[in-house]
């Protein structure tokens, strides 16, 4: 089967997002390391920050689309860095929830500081407009991708 044009098009944009993927990494990594931090840490560190409530580790892999043990090595790490800490979660005891802590968040408030001046210079010369269609056309392609099950 071949493709349409529009799913040559959109294998394009797999790709280059594929690349970009690869390069926030980086970027983040770089950005948070003066703090002793990674782009992983920082992810899972900001989706516990995005919902505003602790959340199991399973929550937090589930939101990401990550897989559960990585997630779990990552908030172990965090922990013995004394950056996240675990509370009992009365309704099931073997999986507690994840809160950041004061330490950790005046890490976040360093690494926001940062990636804000970085993105700032970035989005130079961009529109906003041109920013949100393209990030409700990525929106759009996981959502599909999500319900396609594959």
Do not use: C, Y
């Not at 098009?9 to 690349?19: M, N, P, Q, S, W």
């Not at 931090?37 to 589930?62: F, H, K, N």
């Not at 929830?97 to 890490?107: D, L, M, Q, R």
């Amino acid at each position: 089967m071949k493709r349409t044009i529009e799913g040559e098009a959109l294998t394009a944009l797999i790709l280059e997002t594929f690349r970009l993927n690869g390069v926030l990494l980086a970027a983040g990594n770089k950005l948070t390391k003066p703090m002793g931090m990674t782009s992983a840490r920082w992810q899972v560190m900001g989706a516990i920050d995005e919902w505003g409530q602790p959340l199991t580790v399973a929550q937090i892999a589930r939101r990401m689309g990550l897989a559960r043990q990585g997630v779990q090595r990552i908030v172990n790490d965090l922990e013995d860095q004394e950056l996240v800490t675990l509370e009992e979660n009365l309704d099931h005891k073997r999986s507690p929830f994840v809160t950041i802590s004061e330490a950790g968040h005046a890490v976040m408030i360093e690494i926001g500081k940062a990636q804000a001046a970085w993105v700032n210079a970035l989005a130079e010369g961009l529109s906003e407009q041109g920013i949100r269609d393209a990030l409700r056309l990525l929106e759009i392609v996981r959502d599909r991708t999500e319900q396609t099950g594959v």
